[in-house]
Structure formats: structure tokens, C-alpha cells
Nanobody, 127 residues
Framework: QVRLVESGGGLVQAGGSLRLSCAAS?????????MAWFREVQGKERELVAA????????YYLSSVKGRFTISREPAKIAVYLQMNSLKPEDTAIYYC???????????????????WGQGAQVTVSP
């Protein structure tokens, strides 16, 4: 059974930084594994913030976070992180860790690509 557990959310002032962590258990970290961070604001569609192929070179960033957010991994723990710098009030959202570890033809940025989801971490950026 795959489980994703997020941590690191919170309240920060604009211009500040936060680091989200996602620890995966039961996940196969192999050729078909993609891990990602999505975010959701009430009343809006969930959007992909950042993602990467575990064994490949493909990495994706939402255009509005490029240069401010960095997704990274820790292979020994099968963990993924999202370092968020220069935070803006519009970054306020619930952030979800997501993963898939089998072959899929779904788009990299499609929610239905990802089979496993964490419980979500609230990030609030005050003006």
C-alpha cells in the first residue's frame, strides 16, 4: 500500500520561504515513477506546480513559480521536497504531493496521471 505524507506547510509573510516535504512508503522508485506537487485554491482547478521523472531528466514547473520554487528528491528515503522562495499571496493554497509508479500515457500535468495522493498541506502567504 502506497502512502504519501506531506509536512512543512504553514503561514509566512510575502517574500518568505517554506519547504514542503513528502515522504513516500510502499512506492516503487523506478523508470515509470513520476512525483509531483499540485496545489488547489478553493473554487479553482487543481494545478500542477512541479514534477519530475524519478529516473529521467524531465522536470516541469508551472510558469508562475519558475525561478522561485525548486523540486528535489532524496532517493534513499523516496522523498520529494518543494523549496518555495519569494512567496507571494497568490501562492496561498493547499499543496498536495502526488505520485505514480507504473506506465501511463496520461500527460505529465494531468491529475489523472497520478495514482497516489497525500493529504495536503496548507500554505498561507500574507501580504
Amino acid at each position: 500500500q502506497v502512502r504519501l505524507v506531506e509536512s512543512g506547510g504553514g503561514l509566512v509573510q510575502a517574500g518568505g520561504s517554506l519547504r514542503l516535504s513528502c515522504a513516500a512508503s510502499g512506492l516503487t522508485a523506478g523508470a515509470y515513477t513520476t512525483m509531483a506537487w499540485f496545489r488547489e485554491v478553493q473554487g479553482k482547478e487543481r494545478e500542477l506546480v512541479a514534477a519530475f521523472e524519478w529516473t529521467g531528466s524531465k522536470t516541469y514547473y508551472l510558469s508562475s513559480v519558475k525561478g522561485r520554487f525548486t523540486i528535489s528528491r532524496e532517493p534513499a528515503k523516496i522523498a520529494v521536497y518543494l523549496q518555495m522562495n519569494s512567496l507571494k499571496p497568490e501562492d496561498t493554497a493547499i499543496y498536495y504531493c502526488a505520485a505514480v509508479d507504473f506506465r501511463t500515457t496520461s500527460r505529465f500535468d494531468a491529475e489523472n496521471r497520478y495514482r497516489y495522493w497525500g493529504q495536503g498541506a496548507q500554505v498561507t502567504v500574507s501580504p
